[in-house]
C-alpha cells in the first residue's frame, strides 16, 4: 500500500500527464480544424461554414442538449422532443431506458438540464453517409434540495444523418475526459 507522502509525491506528475494529454488533444483538433478550413474559402472571420455544416452542427448540438435535458413536471414532452430528434439505434437506446430514466429521476428528486457549451463541424463518415459533429456540454443535476446543482462538462461525438429535410442524431459517442 503507497504512504500518503509517496501519493503526493505522484500527484505532479500525474497533472503533469494529464496536461500533456490534453495539450495533444489541442494539436490534434487545432491541426484538423486548420485542414479543414484550408479546403474552403475564408471569410471575414477566418472560417468559411457552408449553410449544411451550419446547419447539421445546429442540430447536433440542440439534440445533445435534449437527450439530457429532463424535467418531471414536464418529463413526456421532453422525453418526446428528444427521441423526435433521433433515428436508429439511438433512438431505440432512448426509448428503452425511457422509465428507468423517470423512475431513478424521481425516486432520486431530480432533474437534468444541459446547455451547449461549444460545437463544431468534424466532418463526413468515411462512407459520406453521415456527417461527425463534436459536442461539448455543461450538464446539470438539479436536486430538489437546498444543495443545488452538480455540474459536470460532458464531450459527444454525434453522428447525424439527413433524413427528409431534418437532421437527426443515430449515434452519441462520450469523448474525452470524463
Not at 437527450?67 to 421532453?78: E, G, P, Q, Y
Not at 457549451?117 to 468515411?126: I, V, W
Request: charge should be positive.
Amino acid at each position: 500500500m503507497s504512504s500518503p507522502s509517496s501519493v503526493s509525491a505522484r500527484l505532479p506528475l500525474i497533472v503533469a500527464a494529464v496536461c500533456g494529454l490534453l495539450v495533444a488533444a489541442l494539436i490534434v483538433a487545432f491541426v484538423h480544424v486548420h485542414s479543414v478550413s484550408s479546403q474552403h474559402k475564408q471569410s471575414k472571420s477566418g472560417f468559411a461554414v457552408s449553410s449544411e455544416q451550419a446547419d447539421v452542427v445546429t442540430a447536433a448540438a440542440t439534440e445533445a442538449a435534449n437527450i439530457i435535458t429532463f424535467s418531471r413536471k414536464t418529463f413526456d414532452a421532453d422525453f418526446a422532443r428528444a427521441t423526435n430528434g433521433t433515428t436508429g439505434s439511438l433512438k431505440t437506446d432512448l426509448l428503452g431506458k425511457k422509465a428507468l430514466t423517470l423512475t431513478t429521476m424521481t425516486d432520486g428528486k431530480f432533474d437534468l438540464k444541459a446547455t451547449v457549451g461549444a460545437s463544431a463541424y468534424a466532418g463526413k463518415t468515411d462512407d459520406g453517409k453521415s456527417t461527425l459533429v463534436l459536442v461539448t456540454l455543461n450538464a446539470f443535476k438539479v436536486a430538489d434540495s437546498s444543495t443545488g446543482s452538480t455540474a459536470s462538462v460532458q464531450r459527444f461525438q454525434m453522428t447525424m444523418v439527413k433524413v427528409g429535410k431534418s437532421w437527426l442524431a443515430s449515434n452519441l459517442a462520450a469523448v474525452g475526459i470524463q
